[in-house]
């Protein structure tokens, strides 16, 4: 196990780059997808990392990365103070026991001809760490952690409602004492009600085993309650890092007030202007923009924009890569960062045990 603030990952200038097929008879030009484009983050342990960003933007596929489900192009990745770009596939396997995933289809990522017993006794017996009597008690044990009852190891992942087969997930990515784990979008597939409580048994798995969470999501209440920092990803890059507080108070990256002023607001009171909406459509990742991606949507845009890409800068505290994140004027941000009613409600109701 790390000790408390150790660094539990760290990626350095990750990149993963997806060679599509030339077409038929090997004919046409070879087009390349830039799904994570050198990013460079650290986790510490008992912090949570959340990874936003719109679709295709490469959070999942940052997550996989981090866990070498997927081999990178290029970059390092370190866990735990083990470089996994070095490991073979033996010292790989027992590796993995340090690291764990918690999938965002709850039923899909069960197996649904082994009942729930065999499910997380699986890891506990691949990784040789309990065997017999203590097998069945730490199996018992790991139900009981994450609200569930012993009598439930008999029954099949069927059987279960969404917000219980999720809980079986993260029963089973605790069964080997894991110093990380992966979240790609946990409650995104949940009713509201679930998605709280699954949130809060996580924050409350994370207090009492110092775990480290690389949080995949697009839901902004949900990041806004479980994360220590945010990390926002567009076209592969990451844009803007920053502590939670900060980050939702006065986001410096135009796309960060974008995606924080498209929370619904359905209240008649508030005033429809002052919103930092996004204009266009996302550009194809086969042809991404030149220098700065976001410039095509960005009413800041100037003309170098167009040609130089920003590189990741520190502004006021916050991590931020955009040339004019120092001429965008902080009351801009007010209305997007403030909260709707609905979205206040959401976080009330997380916040309850």
Do not use: W
Request: aromatic share 4%; hydrophobic share 45%.
């Amino acid at each position: 196990m790390t000790a408390a603030g150790e660094a539990v990952l760290e990626l350095g200038e990750v990149r993963k780059h997806f060679t599509l097929a030339k077409g038929f008879f090997g004919l046409g030009e070879t087009r390349v997808v830039k799904a994570v484009d050198g990013v460079s983050l650290t986790l510490a342990r008992g912090e949570t990392l959340a990874l936003v960003g719109e679709s295709g933007c490469g959070k999942s596929t940052l997550g996989r990365l981090a866990l070498r489900l997927i081999e990178p192009t290029s970059g390092d990745v370190t866990v735990a103070g083990t470089s996994l770009m070095a490991l073979g596939p033996d010292d790989l396997r027992a590796m993995r026991r340090r690291m764990q995933f918690i999938f965002q289809d709850p039923f899909a990522s069960l197996n649904p001809r082994m009942s729930v017993f065999d499910i997380l006794a699986e890891p506990i017996l691949l990784h040789r760490l309990s065997a017999g009597g203590q097998l069945e008690a730490r199996v018992h044990e790991l139900l009981r952690l994450v609200g569930l009852q012993p009598f439930h190891a008999e029954r099949f992942p069927h059987e279960f409602s969404g917000g219980q087969r999720q809980r079986i997930g993260v029963a089973r990515a605790l069964s080997t004492n894991p110093d990380l784990v992966v979240c790609d979008e946990p409650v995104s597939a949940l009713d509201v009600s679930i998605q709280a409580q699954v949130v809060n048994l996580l924050h409350d798995l994370q207090a009492e085993f110092g775990l480290a969470y690389l949080f995949i999501a697009h839901d902004l209440a949900v990041v806004k309650h479980i994360a220590s920092r945010v990390a926002v990803m567009y076209l592969g890059k990451i844009v803007e890092l920053a502590p939670k507080a900060k980050l939702y108070a006065t986001p410096r990256h135009p796309y960060t007030q974008a995606l924080l002023a498209a929370a619904p607001r359905p209240d008649p009171s508030l005033p429809r202007t002052g919103r930092a909406l996004l204009q266009g459509d996302p550009p194809s990742p086969l042809k991404p923009p030149s220098g700065c991606a976001f410039h095509p949507r960005c009413s800041h845009a100037v003309d170098r924009c167009k040609h130089e890409a920003p590189q990741l800068r520190d502004v006021d505290g916050s991590a931020v890569a955009c040339h004019r994140a120092d001429d965008i004027p902080v009351r801009e941000l007010a209305p997007a960062a403030r909260p709707s009613p609905v979205l206040a409600k959401r976080l009330a109701l997380l916040a309850k045990p």
